[in-house]
């Protein structure tokens, strides 16, 4: 289905007079031709690649190394760090080729980096290119450098060599993962849905959580909400507290009177979000700016990354009067159209089928028999961690693949019966797109289940962007459900995190169309584990961005599936693996580091805990349970009194095409 782009590279190329070693990744579908502008910039006043003044201000994060020239014709902007089975990748970014194979040198002390590893890069034809923007605030060729046959638990330390312009780095570190088996208490960020607005407390307390010996973090998708680039040129919610767009622009159609409404005292512009806001009107620029400003924690711990809709492409859905349509198809600024056609082909092809998402991170898909950024798992110590991809490769997935376009007896889809986030397959479809067990991503879920030692990792914890649970019902959930549910159940997952709903909830433990397994509630705060029969939901979607909270309607209200929710504070969740009978969830508050939230697990581990490689399988034994004190612990099983019914009905195709623009703006 797919084509590759030969003028991706070509044009990347052209960007450095040297030689470059990198290849165009990944293939993006040109059958259509896109007719938008060059560089697509959401505010009409200042349609230009460094701003005049007038418009939204650039923000700048500082690059991962400093140039060592004020003007640096090169520079290394991003470093970001994944875990590899016994060892590390190192993803690195530069705005122009290196001239050279990417490599570090690295040793076991800071002093001593005798050992060389080289690696590969790869470039993609962003819009703009980096050509057209501040060399220290752009990246456009990416760097994978891998070390394995290292010792597990172990730090090691780094440095990236200069090449074709750009300074080296300081020497820096990283440590290993803990290796199967290793029975000693560990902690991991876990963060959904985090922007750069509104964000700063979470990631403040996150890299707290860092600095205090968090082993990684874990981003269950919506990374940098890049595709919001167009957001001033969209009406607010009614809904929303605030609502002004910042400049002076003008809009095509009425302009809500909420937009004369005045920011709060101290808040940046942005447009038209609620309360305030910072992002650029580049797409590629949120990018830059969110991995630049995410540095101090990617280059100090691996950034176990996850794709959610925000990566899908440069769009979800039209504005006021289609003027995206108007924008994107038919290159006219200012202007409106009859009706929405946001096809696939309606973003620049750099800004389709995921494909910065797939070029600025590293996720060890291949090593784990999973899919690139897609899908993949890794052990660390007691826990088996299993990343899931909720947006595409499973039947009704909420980004589908060109398959489910096609009428009649089509081969390949009519431009206009395309959507703008199409994506996908990143794994094969092994016969009906309309069934689950076809897919490549749900074989693999069961093979990964399978694999699974239970001496050595007790805990096993799933997450992808979409929760398959919550208050906030929508016929997705369904759809995660009939892919992903009866797998995760019938080989004992202890934990599902999602996010996507900007709230956080943590639900009561659930079997199969979300009956609360009320034998396993211990307490308001402890669960029992229950393999087979149920396992603990959690909507972590409130780490903060130009979005907001989520809120219930008026007319909804929170179902008895959900234990706490949170619609008011930022924040992320803090795991803590304690042995093999019991760790604990934490949601912390971004804004001063309060637990808002705890939940303990407790599991009956019958096995020989710690058996791997590393371990000594000391901490055998089973779990003790705390007397139950909650009082409003249901004690008979419920059934779960939520439902898709109302959206059921309507087919996904529907759905996907139509204006929702409240549910998509998750
Ligand atoms: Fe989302």
Request: charged share 15%; net charge negative; proline share 7%.
């Amino acid at each position: 289905m797919k084509v590759t782009t030969a003028s991706a590279l070509v044009g990347a190329l052209s960007l450095s007079a040297t030689r470059v070693v990198a290849v165009a990744l990944p293939d993006v579908d040109e059958s259509f031709p896109y007719t938008g502008p060059a560089v697509p910039i959401g505010d009409w006043v200042d349609p230009t690649i460094n701003g005049n003044g007038k418009g939204f201000p650039r923000l700048v994060e500082a690059p991962a190394v400093t140039p060592s020239s004020s003007t640096p014709s090169n520079n290394i902007n991003v470093i970001s760090l994944s875990y590899v089975p016994a060892g590390i990748h190192i993803h690195y970014q530069t705005p122009f080729g290196l001239g050279v194979a990417p490599s570090v040198s690295w040793g076991t002390s800071a002093s001593s980096l005798s050992q060389t590893a080289s690696g590969q890069s790869h470039t993609y034809d962003r819009t703009p290119p980096c050509s057209m923007v501040g060399v220290t605030q752009c990246s456009q060729f990416f760097h994978e450098v891998q070390i394995t046959g290292l010792k597990a638990d172990t730090t090691y330390f780094y440095k990236i060599p200069a090449a074709n312009g750009t300074t080296a780095s300081d020497v820096m570190s990283f440590t290993t993962a803990r290796a199967a088996g290793n029975p000693t208490e560990f902690t991991v960020a876990v963060v959904n849905d985090m922007g750069y607005t509104n964000a700063q407390g979470t990631f403040t307390q996150m890299m707290k959580a860092v600095d205090e010996g968090a082993a990684f973090a874990w981003h269950g998708g919506d990374l940098s909400y890049a595709d919001d680039w167009y957001s001033g040129i969209l009406p607010c919610e009614d809904d929303w507290p605030v609502c002004y767009n910042g400049t002076s622009s003008e809009i095509p159609g009425p302009i809500p009177p909420s937009y004369d409404t005045p920011l709060p005292a101290g808040e940046t512009a942005n447009q038209g979000g609620p309360l305030g806001g910072d992002m650029s009107v580049l797409y590629e620029s949120n990018w830059d700016l969110w991995q630049q400003w995410v540095l101090n924690i990617t280059a100090k711990v691996p950034y176990m990354v996850q794709p959610g809709n925000h990566e899908a492409a440069c769009s979800e859905f039209d504005g006021p009067g289609n003027i995206l349509t108007a924008y994107l198809n038919n290159n006219e600024t200012n202007s409106t159209a009859p009706e929405s056609a946001l096809t696939y082909f309606s973003c620049p092809p750099s800004q389709r089928n995921f494909t910065a998402y797939q070029e600025r991170f590293r996720m060890p898909g291949s090593e784990s028999g999973g899919v690139g950024n897609f899908w993949y798992s890794f052990d660390y110590g007691l826990a088996h961690f299993i990343s899931l991809n909720g947006e595409t490769d499973f039947a009704k997935s909420p980004e589908f693949p060109f398959v489910a376009d096609l009428t009649g007896d089509e081969t390949t889809p009519k431009e206009n019966e395309t959507y703008v986030t199409d994506s996908g397959p990143f794994g094969y479809i092994n016969g009906s797109y309309k069934i689950n067990k076809n897919y490549e991503q749900v074989q693999w879920l069961a093979k990964d289940l399978a694999a699974i030692d239970r001496n050595k990792t007790p805990w096993v914890i799933a997450m992808s962007h979409r929760p398959m649970y919550s208050s906030e019902v929508s016929s997705y959930q369904k759809n995660l459900q009939a892919a992903f549910e009866g797998l995760l159940l019938e080989f004992g997952v202890d934990a599902y995190f999602a996010g996507h709903i900007h709230w956080y909830e943590r639900m009561f433990p659930l079997g199969t169309n979300g009956t609360i397994d009320t034998a396993s509630i211990v307490n308001n705060n402890t669960y029992n584990t229950n393999p087979g029969v149920s396992m603990t939901h959690i909507v972590n979607g409130a780490a903060g961005n130009l979005e907001s909270h989520s809120t219930l309607d008026s007319d909804e209200k929170q179902l008895n599936i959900t234990a706490v929710l949170d619609q008011v504070h930022f924040g992320f969740g803090k795991l803590t693996v304690h042995n093999c009978s019991a760790l604990t969830w934490q949601y912390i508050w971004g804004q001063d580091g309060t637990v808002g939230d705890e939940l303990t697990l407790l599991k009956q581990f019958n096995g020989t805990c710690g058996s791997g490689s590393s371990g000594n399988g000391t901490t055998n034994g089973t779990a003790t349970s705390p007397t139950p004190t909650g009082s409003s612990i249901p004690k008979t099983p419920i059934p779960f009194t939520g439902g898709a019914s109302g959206m059921e009905s309507a087919s996904f195709l529907a759905l996907a095409g139509s204006i929702a623009i409240a549910a998509y703006l998750l």
